[in-house]
């Protein structure tokens, strides 16, 4: 497959004149794709029922006569004011019940059936007229789901239709078996006890903590509202084109379920942020901040990477908007170090993407986003990401094909385990994705490539070592499916700690096949009470007291066992840190046959089919066994035998 690079553009923001010397330029540096029209609903339909696409009509034959792909948004992010005059309760609303109101974007309820229908009639009306426009290559749905905490809305349309979600899902009888669903909360517990469906209220406001399974419910039903609205525009979009269609998520967006708006959807998509993600949300501490502040996480971009190739059909992955240079909404806002820009999107075609589009063409002179930049300065004068875009295209040109490999790691992420986590954490800080990330990171740090898998997964041949460490919930037949998979298997802490409904199991957890450990006890510890192991390494944040006749792997300077397997199955009763992590990844990876490598701070590689890629996020030059990488280095090597 061709890799492709491509841009953000918005003809609605520049005169007309501009356009088709934009779309010259574009081409002329060799980008392939361009993606409008996602925030436009104001300049489509000004008033209600005043519709003026003409504009849209233009920008697309300029743009498409340049010789570009355009991929057309749905601009149901930013309904326009009239809107609010037409639906005063579309908006969402938050956990102490005030309204979201207009003046930024995506200032909507999920839920609200009248806004719904507005989005079906304007995706019906844009699909109608482009879907067999030869210029339009792909479709996106709206923009970023989820961002700005926008997925759990406590409306009025929310409580609703979360009525109607538990009578389907606790069936009998007509308007669903409320006794079925008070036995499966454990209502009786505070008398919480409803009598009927239409008793039961969101899980906002309550005086004390609400019920978990209350809460999972409403997490479960706030995802299953965004993977129908996403639906509802797939929908209509397949009955006019062909073109396949795309979404572009978030970095560390989590309340909702990737993988089923994914099952809707052709391309995963992404918007790629690493310096504001590491100062915003990858969670770093203050030296590690100022280490990486000009390149980001060495890991957290890789790990989106992974995790939206797990979200796409067939593997299909694109980043949609790549950072080009300072953002404007981080705490602190950077320039990257020359080349990352590059090294960004190298690591991405490494990682399997399609396509790199930069965010965006020119940088707007006006409104939120005036100190963000763009590939162009405001006045059109090429800035860093052009000019590294450009580097970019000249090596695609003269390189191979990156080619597709099934990596020899899976780890599964579930984003149902991170809403487990948020709603019983037990202590602060604790976090699913946290713990799964941590675990990425010291694979990545041995040397690894890492596939990450939905937890509907099935099928585990070929991976030699797989990982679900914190994995809330597990159905009886993945533990099957695991236990009868080839490779080595790690589990815990917390893996299969409760059941689907959030009530802990008897026979206690992890009540795992063939595996004599049982979870006695728990506790979470504070930061300044880590548990230190025999060997090297410490348990910090969460620990379990294991029982049983498994063999012992790890143990803790006072003799208890903190890690416990029997044949390929290993449960770890902790949280490691990152040398126990380390510690027990590297002894599993020699059970299973894997070679590890101990790799600098800074440098991590990835195999593709034919070649090792090697990335260089440190901000001085490096060198490993007879490798040399400047500060944001890249180098391609073949793969070696038997990687
Ligand atoms: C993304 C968003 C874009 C733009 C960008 C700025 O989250 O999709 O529209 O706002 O951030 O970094």
Not at 36 to 58: K, T, V, Y
Not at 169 to 186: K, S
Not at 217 to 236: C, K
Not at 352 to 363: D, L, M, T
Request: net charge negative; hydrophobic share 40%; aromatic share 10%.
């Amino acid at each position: 497959m061709k890799r492709t690079l491509g841009t953000c553009y918005y003809p609605e923001h520049w005169p007309r004149a501009l356009w088709s010397e934009d779309a010259a330029r574009m081409a002329d540096l060799g980008l392939t794709w361009v993606r409008i029209g996602e925030f436009a609903w104001s300049r489509l339909e000004p008033g209600p029922s005043e519709l003026q696409f003409d504009w849209l009509d233009d920008a697309i034959e300029v743009l498409g006569a340049a010789g570009l792909k355009v991929v057309l948004g749905t601009p149901t992010a930013t309904p326009p004011r009239w809107m609010l005059t037409r639906h005063p309760d579309m908006l969402a609303v938050d956990a102490g019940g005030r309204p979201r109101k207009f003046g930024s974007r995506r200032h909507y309820c999920f839920s609200h059936p009248g806004y719904l229908e507005e989005c079906r009639r304007i995706v019906t009306l844009l699909a109608e007229r482009y879907g067999r426009n030869p210029h339009i290559a792909a479709w996106q749905t709206d923009n970023e789901y989820g961002c700005h905490d926008t997925v759990i809305s406590y409306s009025d349309a929310a409580r609703q239709a979360f009525r109607g979600w538990l009578r389907d899902r606790y069936p009998m009888g007509n308007g669903g078996d409320i006794d079925a669903l008070n036995a499966a909360w454990g209502n009786i517990f505070w008398s919480m006890d409803y009598a009927d469906f239409d008793e039961i209220d969101l899980p906002n406001l309550t005086v004390t903590e609400p019920n978990p399974a209350h809460v999972l419910a409403f997490r479960r039903f706030s995802s299953d509202q965004v993977v129908a609205f996403n639906r509802a525009q797939t929908d209509i979009i397949r009955q006019h084109s062909d073109a396949p269609i795309g979404h572009n998520y978030m970095g560390r967006v989590t309340e909702f379920d990737h993988f089923a708006t994914g099952a809707d959807l052709d391309i995963a998509t992404w918007d790629s942020y690493p310096l504001g993600f590491l100062e915003d949300r990858v969670g770093a501490t203050p030296d590690r901040q100022r280490a990486y502040a000009r390149q980001g996480d060495p890991d957290f971009q890789a790990f989106h990477h992974d995790l939206y190739r797990a979200v796409g059909k067939a593997g299909r992955w694109w980043v949609m908007e790549q950072q080009p240079g300072p953002v404007n909404w981080a705490p602190y806002n950077p320039a990257p170090l020359p080349g990352m820009v590059r090294l960004w999107t190298w690591e991405a075609f490494a990682h399997g993407a399609e396509a790199v589009c930069y965010f965006r063409w020119r940088q707007a002179p006006f409104a939120q986003e005036q100190l963000h930049a763009g590939m162009l300065r405001p006045d059109s004068v090429p800035a860093q990401a052009f000019h590294e875009a450009a580097e970019v295209m000249a090596e695609l040109s003269g390189a191979p094909e990156v080619t597709p490999h099934q990596a020899p790691v899976a780890l599964i992420f579930d984003y149902a385990a991170e809403w487990m986590w948020q709603i019983q954490p037990q202590g602060q800080g604790l976090s699913y994705f946290d713990l799964v990330l941590d675990h990425y990171r010291a694979l990545r740090q041995l040397g690894l490539s890492v596939d990450i898998l939905p937890p509907a997964t099935r099928d585990f041949s070929g991976y030699r070592l797989i990982l679900a460490p914190g994995l809330m919930h597990v159905p009886d037949d993945l533990k099957d499916v695991l236990n009868a998979a080839q490779g080595q298997l790690l589990i815990g802490p917390r893996t299969a700690a409760r059941d689907a409904d959030f009530a802990l199991p008897v026979p206690l957890p992890p009540a795992w096949p063939g595996l004599d450990v049982t979870v006695s006890r728990l506790e979470t510890l504070r930061p300044d009470m880590p548990v230190t192991l025999d060997g090297g390494g410490a348990v910090i944040r969460w620990l379990e007291e294991l029982e049983g006749n498994a063999n012992v792997v790890l143990l803790a300077k006072d003799g208890a066992p903190v890690a416990m397997s029997t044949g390929r199955v290993t449960y770890m009763g902790g949280w490691g840190d990152a040398e126990t992590l380390h510690r027990l990844l590297g002894d599993l990876c020699r059970r299973a046959g894997l070679a590890t490598m101990n790799l600098p701070d800074g440098l991590r590689l990835r195999d593709t089919g034919a070649e090792r890629f090697w990335f260089n996020y440190g901000a001085e030059p490096l060198e490993f066994e007879g490798i040399s990488l400047p500060a944001a280095g890249v180098l391609r090597q073949p793969r070696p035998a038997g990687a």
